[in-house]
């Protein structure tokens, strides 16, 4: 898609004019492209409770979605004299939410893309990551305050001569615990990744053992002294 960045700017500047800004006496425009042509446009809005105040990117996403949603493609911030003007920390957050890394942003020294204004950024896929974890049943409320502590044993079992996965959750004795004992036995699993993603819902401690007795690490960070070995997704399937 071929993007005209001076009528993108001149949009920009367009919008800024219509800004209320009587606190800083800062208006902003903001203008983008969007993948499917249209155009769509923002400028701040001031509030005598400043932190309530809201930036020209946040009209211009409330456009977007208000006009038929899609991606951003292209994007222009000017300042009171139409010069280009990078969006704040928090507004990047906000493209990249709309517009993805590939989203170009007009600059000076030419367009850059999200991915560079916003590197390691935090977007769905980090949310996806970690719900993808729950496979198995949630936490039952009268556990819930064992979460993140103890062990989780997963270790295969046989039903109706196949081989199947389960877990044992279990509380340990020391730092505070009176005693050991299990917490909650895992339903049966057909595989040893949906065993282990249960047990990461419940504690960060998590140890595969095969059916030799061998025992891998499957919780956070590097294994634990008295276990040789990582677990590896499908090395025990």
Request: with cysteine.
């Amino acid at each position: 898609m071929e993007i005209d960045w001076a009528g993108l700017r001149a949009a920009a500047t367009e919008a800024m004019r219509h800004a209320y800004a009587p606190y800083s006496d800062f208006p902003v425009g903001a203008a983008a492209l969007v993948d499917d042509g249209r155009l769509v446009v923002g400028c701040n809005v001031e509030n005598a409770s400043y932190g309530v105040g809201l930036c020209a990117e946040c009209g211009l996403v409330s456009q977007l979605h208000l006009t038929g949603g899609g991606r951003l493609v292209a994007f222009s911030c000017v300042d009171a004299t139409g010069s280009p003007l990078m969006p704040c920390g928090r507004c990047r957050q906000l493209l990249w939410e709309n517009g993805g890394p590939e989203l170009l942003v007009e600059w000076h020294t030419g367009p850059l893309r999200m991915a560079e204004l916003l590197p390691h950024a935090f977007g769905f896929e980090d949310l996806e990551r970690v719900n993808n974890l729950k496979t198995g049943p949630e936490v039952p409320t009268e556990l819930a305050k064992w979460r993140g502590r103890g062990t989780v044993f997963v270790h295969p079992d046989l039903s109706g001569g196949e081989t199947v996965w389960t877990g044992y959750w279990e509380r340990s004795a020391g730092a505070g615990e009176v005693e050991k004992g299990v917490l909650q036995e895992g339903p049966n699993f057909a595989t040893a990744g949906e065993a282990v993603a249960w047990g990461r819902v419940r504690t960060p401690r998590v140890v595969v053992v095969n059916a030799e007795g061998g025992l891998a690490w499957a919780g956070e960070g590097a294994p634990p002294e008295g276990i040789p070995d990582s677990w590896e997704e499908g090395s025990n399937d």
